[in-house]
């Protein structure tokens, strides 16, 4: 009998979780599953309870929540051969998006049901693991006013984004990788186990998170109307063909900067040294994954998943 934990973060994103604990719980014990549930209520809850359900012997552990309680669950996990489940319950939902796991709840689960499990890469950065994207230069610097907002959410990423953009001074950087070094000022240097942050911005999206390699992409300093079109080509896409951009693939990189500061690790802001040590861990993680996935194409894997997210936020709407 499959045994499993249900870990929910009840603050991850703006969805209503009332009631989600009793769905899961329906669902799996018809199916003979052994589940418990149990809730974070706070940074770190999340990998002490998948510590403590792998020494109870759970073969399963599901994390509800977003890429920070992804993180945490699965950090704990890596190396063991206990399944990561995922209820995406976040703001981003970055890892489940790329995994194509559906972000409606009930659809979600059914991808937990159907057992299909698939070993996935993680990287570390500096000891610290990270599952969907980590990065320096802007994007750190929006989770960091993303974390200090009272509210959660798309509507917050925008605003922080917005607010973020409007002060931000791109800095420089040392970057070894692939037996070279670039130096040079940059928007943001982004590296990436999967295609995007969340939301759908596909900071990476031809990343492939089982090759054994992470994608590096490199945004240049530019004027604001040609930052600001990098952002649209993220939304849209095409980021690869964007003017500003340089990418490449590599399963370790060090990244210099001029002094310590903000990074960010699956979206969460973390102050950090001025070197970082970044390596990709082939296979490092079992994931319960959607047995179809669809490749993505620009344009029509954002407008079609943007269109799904306007659906399920209005079912929420009307669940509320
Ligand atoms: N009960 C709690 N109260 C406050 N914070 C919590 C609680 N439980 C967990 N946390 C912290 O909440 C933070 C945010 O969680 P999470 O990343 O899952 O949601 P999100 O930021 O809304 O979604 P995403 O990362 O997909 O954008 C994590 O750093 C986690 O450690």
């Given at each position: 009998m499959p045994k499993a934990r249900l870990i929910i973060n009840?603050?991850?994103?703006?969805?209503?979780?009332?009631g989600l604990d009793r769905m899961v719980l329906d669902v799996l014990s018809q199916l003979g599953w052994e589940v418990e549930v149990a809730y974070t209520k706070g940074h770190g809850d999340a990998t002490r309870l998948a510590l403590s359900a792998i020494e109870k012997g759970c073969d399963t552990v599901i994390a509800a929540g977003g890429d920070g309680t992804i993180n945490e669950t699965a950090a704990a996990l890596c190396g063991t051969g206990v399944i990561l489940g995922i209820l995406p319950c976040g703001s981003g939902n970055g890892l489940a998006r790329h995994l194509g796991i559906p972000v409606d709840l009930k659809e979600g689960l059914k991808v937990i049901i159907e057992n299909h499990a698939m070993e996935i890469d993680y990287a570390t950065v500096n000891d610290c693991k990270f599952f969907c994207t980590c990065g320096v230069g802007f994007d750190a610097a929006v989770s960091a006013a993303f974390a200090k907002k009272k509210t959660r959410g798309k509507l917050t990423y925008i605003q922080s984004t917005f607010q973020t953009y409007a002060s931000y001074e791109p800095e420089h950087y040392t970057i070894m990788a692939n037996g070279k070094t670039l130096t040079e000022k940059a928007f943001l240097v982004a590296v990436c186990n999967?295609?995007?942050?969340?939301?759908?911005?596909?900071?990476?999206?031809?990343?492939?998170?089982?090759?054994g390699l992470l994608d590096v992409t490199i945004i240049h300093a530019g004027n604001t109307l040609s930052t600001a079109l990098v952002g649209v080509d993220m939304l849209t896409g095409f980021i690869e063909r964007n003017m500003l951009i340089h990418t490449f693939r590599t399963d370790n990189i060090i990244i210099e900067r001029e002094r310590k500061g903000a990074s960010h690790v699956d979206g969460e802001p973390m102050e950090m040294d001025r070197r970082l040590s970044i390596r990709c861990h082939h296979n490092g993680l079992k994931v319960f994954t959607p047995t179809v996935v669809h490749p993505f194409r620009p344009i029509l894997t954002p407008v079609s998943a943007m269109f799904n997210d306007f659906r399920i936020a209005v079912n929420n709407l009307f669940q509320k």
């Open positions: 009840p603050i991850s994103g703006t969805r209503n979780k009332a999967a295609s995007q942050y969340g939301n759908n911005a596909y900071i990476a999206p031809s990343a492939s998170i089982n090759d």
